[in-house]
């Protein structure tokens, strides 16, 4: 089983003339640079992703992130 913790983009990299082709994500101050080219949709700076294999797969809204980062903290306080 996999588990994908939500990213924040804290910086979008390269252009292929079609946007962004890499970003520098972060959560709880672990860093990674990941592809762009499978995402759903093209994020912005503070924007989050699901990150599989080093490449972006899903764009999620602040308020979506936030809930799946709060669902995984209370999961680790239980010890589940």
Same mark, same amino acid.
């Given at each position: ?21 890499? *970003? ?8 990674? #640079?990941?592809? !762009?080219?499978?995402?759903? @949709?093209?994020?912005?700076? %503070? ?8 490449? *972006? ?8 992130? #936030?809930?799946? !980062?709060?669902?995984?903290? @209370?999961?680790?306080?239980? %010890?589940?």
């Amino acid at each position: 089983m996999c588990l994908a913790i939500p990213m924040e983009i804290v910086e979008l990299k390269g252009d292929d003339g079609s946007g962004p082709t890499a *970003a520098l994500v972060d959560s709880g101050g672990i860093r990674r #640079e990941v592809r !762009l080219d499978i995402v759903d @949709r093209l994020p912005n700076v %503070g924007d989050y992703v699901i990150v599989h294999a080093g490449f *972006a797969i899903h764009a999620l809204t602040r308020a979506d992130a #936030e809930a799946s !980062l709060s669902l995984l903290r @209370r999961m680790a306080r239980q %010890g589940a």
